[in-house]
């Protein structure tokens, strides 16, 4: 009788294979369906800074570096090119108006000057010969005149015996109209005598005016020669300092070249170089302030130029009262900008963070501190101590404001 064998209980070896890559796929699942599959960084907490969130009052304002400059700087141009013959005043000398700054010579000038005064003479003889001319010509009329009133009384005279003895037939008809025509004739060319006068002494008065016009118009035209060689020394339009001078003895020098500038130091203004990011917000008028030895000085816009350089624009500012003691040209002063009125709003300490960042994210610290997770945010206005946070993060939470540099492309950070 045959005997039946009990199967043997168990895993048996030939099933191991399937089993392992069972619980393989088991735990990829499980890896799948519950692991944190974002990249981690781990990092020396000792070596970040971490800012607390706060809502807190902004104050919105911007710190700009400025240079203290003259109120006003005077180009400085001769009016009258020529050589520079003496040089009598130096850069950075204080100068009243009027002072002589250089001495310049023009052979040009001189030679202008003396065809003119030349020209100026030979006017004046004609103008003097033509007046003795003038007066022959006027005494030659009115002795022509006189003999024409004279031949008319003679004529009147004969006229009236050839009338009479007409009258009473003691003479021929024909003697008494020869004397009468006679007569008339005489008082039309005395007539004729008279408008001729008239019209010479209007002709006479016309030609003297323009005569007398133009030789005056030639001593004006002197007076502003002889002035061109008044400006051939360069003086000082205002009171101020000679800022610059930049002319050698020997150089030759045209009309209205820029050799120097004059500044006026009756004020001061304060130039700033200001980011592009501002452009739109800064205007005339903005307070402003800088402190200097414990005390505050107060200041607003005056211009704003809108062309832009290397990323920055120009920005003058004036003194709103009291200035400096001690001020000069050239000082730097580091000035609070005011671009609104304080207002409160969710903040954050400035940090290296942005320029990795741009503002759009950020490292959260989580409650126990132990890690920090990446979290989008939106920055709005900015000063030299905070962000504003439009968006992103609550009051009383953590973040890393450092450089990312070194983990910016993870999105968490085991600090230890």
């Known amino acids: 009788m045959d005997i039946q064998l009990e199967k043997k209980k168990g895993i048996k070896k030939k099933h191991l294979p399937y089993l392992a890559g069972g619980t393989l796929f088991a735990v990829l699942a499980g890896w799948l369906i519950f692991g944190n599959h974002r990249s981690t960084f781990t990092v020396d907490a000792r070596t970040l800074s971490i800012g607390n969130v706060t809502n807190e009052m902004f104050n919105d304002f911007v710190r700009v570096t400025g240079q203290v400059q003259p109120i006003t700087t005077i180009q400085l141009s001769p009016l009258e090119g020529g050589?520079?013959?003496e040089r009598l005043v130096e850069e950075g000398t204080q100068v009243k108006k009027g002072d002589v700054i250089l001495r310049l010579s023009n052979s040009t000038l001189d030679l202008s000057i003396l065809n003119s005064e030349a020209e100026l003479a030979e006017k004046q003889n004609f103008l003097r010969n033509t007046q003795v001319t003038m007066e022959q010509d006027k005494l030659s009329n009115r002795t022509e005149k006189l003999?024409?009133?004279l031949d008319v009384k003679r004529k009147l005279r004969a006229f009236r015996q050839q009338e009479e003895l007409y009258n009473e037939k003691l003479n021929a008809k024909e003697d008494y109209l020869q004397a009468k025509e006679d007569y008339e004739l005489a008082l039309e060319k005395r007539e004729l005598m008279i408008e001729r006068l008239r019209q010479d002494s209007i002709y006479r008065s016309v030609q003297m005016d323009q005569m007398g016009e133009s030789l005056d118009n030639m001593r004006?035209?002197?007076v502003m020669i002889r002035q061109r060689v008044e400006n051939l020394q360069v003086k000082s339009p205002v009171d101020g300092e000679l800022g610059l001078l930049d002319v050698v003895l020997g150089q030759n020098i045209t009309m209205?070249?820029?050799?120097?500038?004059?500044?006026?130091?009756?004020?001061?203004?304060?130039?700033a170089q200001i980011d592009e990011l501002y452009i739109d917000r800064i205007k005339?008028?903005?307070?402003?302030?800088?402190?200097r030895q414990s005390v505050q000085y107060h200041l607003k816009v005056r211009k704003v130029y809108p062309e832009v350089r290397e990323g920055k624009?120009?920005?003058?500012?004036?003194?709103?009262?009291?200035?400096p003691d001690n001020i000069r040209t050239g000082q730097t002063y580091y000035i609070n900008l005011e671009l609104g009125q304080p207002t409160e709003a969710v903040l954050i300490p400035r940090g290296t963070f942005f320029q990795t960042t741009g503002g759009n994210w950020i490292f959260v610290l989580?409650?126990?501190?132990?890690?920090a997770y990446r979290r989008a945010i939106k920055i709005g206005r900015q000063n030299p101590q905070y962000y504003e946070v439009l968006d992103g993060l609550e009051p009383g939470e953590k973040v890393v404001v450092s450089s990312y540099e070194a983990f910016k492309e993870n999105e968490v950070l085991v600090l230890e």
Do not use: C, H, W
Request: proline fraction near 4%; charged fraction near 35%; aromatic fraction near 10%.
């Open 83 to 85: 050589i520079v013959e």
């Open 147 to 149: 003999q024409l009133d």
């Open 220 to 222: 004006r035209n002197m």
């Open 256 to 271: 209205g070249q820029k050799i120097g500038q004059i500044n006026d130091l009756s004020d001061y203004k304060i130039e």
């Open 284 to 291: 005339a008028g903005l307070p402003a302030a800088f402190e």
């Open 313 to 323: 624009f120009k920005t003058d500012f004036v003194f709103e009262g009291d200035r």
């Open 366 to 371: 989580d409650p126990d501190g132990k890690k």
